[in-house]
């Protein structure tokens, strides 16, 4: 057999180029795509995060000021949604109440992520000793009420917008680590990471470059819905009383107007709307993008 | 099985332990100096005056010794002084008490019971109405904020149609029997036990939802069908019995996040325990309440998890024998 003869397989598809392979995260966007909730989630949170970011120097009554008449309801002067025990106007605080509130869930959740993957990587990576220490730690800050404790961390240190993302951080990341840690003990004993290994890869680098990336998908939706209960953890505080006293919160509305709830019920029904929306948007996105890197696991 | 309790013990003497210490370390951490802020109260003093007081408080001996001075007080009962009340942290902690145990157990009977029993309907029957409204439910419980929530019930059932009191545990006229006052708390823990288990029940209905709907696709699930034995009898003896595993464990070690709950809810109706308590503490600045109610909190939870893995061990005889 000659080797002029020899046809290569792909002489037939010659002509036409081979389809593209398709990306994971392309193939999980269009998953992502074709689910109704998860997308219209994506949109309602998008729309609060543009208003977020572009409503206060559009809207520019300030959330602080008297404008009118205290306790005026909806739809009965220029201002949209009313005003609260103090006159301010409600939906003023809402646009600027939003930018606190996002601020505050996106940097916890980040902390959070970022605790939970260090101290799950290691303990799962390394095994041992180091694990048995890490997971005593981590079962130490389960035990603790985390309300609670960030209550007390925030009184101590001054309810600043940093003090209140470091205490929720510092009391949410412990499912986060035990995730991590699964998935570092699964992936820790496949093959490629014994081949990376073989060929003199440090530890440094089987944790960061080899590991972490195959762990990331289940990361990734824990980090998305973590935002969410970001969001509801500092409402609760601020309702509580600790919130910054220089930035208006959709948690501090709330717990500003709860006494006068006989008087004005939308002082309070339009802040937990906005939390119950945002947090809802999130979830829904979380669970589509679940479905879509795990479709396995779909319907439950 | 005796030593695996024993060790859980020990375990739970440790956590309680590393809590006091965080507890004291958090005190010494935090900015600000109790010296100053009482000579700032004073109107001032002369140096020996405050270096008297610092040893009246045991301020000037090394942190090891301060801190051995504090374990101590706290294993004979004594968590401080409240700063605001000028009375024992450990006399508020037991008038408080009550009313929380109280609240958080009813709130999580019922939310585990119905929770249980929603989630089992829906994983029998996937595109059910009920397997819609655990979906719903637990997105709801999940993303709407456990206070704002009681607000809203208040508004709806306290005052648009008053038919449950707004807050409070007890209405002003004392009731004069015993069985009038058990009636009366009654009537006042229904919105608050109402609102405390709607986010559990979210949680378990889903939950057991999924622990129901893996037992379901289990061998022995499949053997004792396969033996033809009656439909219910497969449900309600083989399947249930292990998909509550996984409801009991969480119950343990979701306690510490009931109680901040019991938090939220407690401010919302003035329920008079140890999360009204929290929240006063708060307003004034009584840092030694608040700590206090940490650490018994967590001696709650600790508590709890023993309780929950006692009974898991009772439930599961695979356990017992490893």
Redesign the interface.
Known sequence: MSVTDTTPPVAATAGKPLPKPVSPSRQVWQMFRQNHSAMIGLFILFAIIVISIFGPSLYTVSPRDMVWMPLTPPGQSEYLLGTDYLGRDLLAGLINGGRVTITIGFSAAVLTILIGVTIGALAGFFGGRVDNVLMRVT??F????????A???V????PSLINIAIAIGIVSWTSTARLTRAEFLKIREMDYVKAERSIGAGNARLIWKVILPNAAPPLIVVAALSI?SAI?FE??LS????SDPNAMSW?RM?GDN?PY??DS?WG??FP?IA??LT??AI??VGDGLNDAINPKLR?? | MLTGLLRKLANAVLLLFAVLVLNFALIHIAPGDPVEALVGEMGGATPELIAELRESFGLDKPLYVQIGHYLGRVLQGDLGYSTYYDQPVTYLIAERIGPTLLLVTVALLWAIVIGTILGVFSAQRRNSWISHLVTVLSLAGFSAPVFWIGIMLILLLSVAFPILPISGMTSTEAATSTIGYILDVAHHLVLPALTLGLIYLAFYSRLSRTSMLEVLETDYVRTARAKGLPKRLVIYKHALRNAVLPVVTFAGLQFGQVISGAVLVETVFAWPGLGTLAFESILRRDTPTLLGILFFSALMVVVMNLLTDFIYRRIDPRIKAT
Do not use: D
Not at chain 1, 142 to 149: R, S
Not at chain 1, 155 to 158: I, Q, R
């Open positions: 079962e130490f389960q035990v603790l009420p985390n309300l609670l404790f209550m007390v961390v009184m101590l240190f001054s969410g509801l409402a609760g309702f509580l009383g600790l948690g709330i709860r709830i006989l019920s309070v029904t937990g939390i119950f947090v809802l979830s829904l319907q439950r």
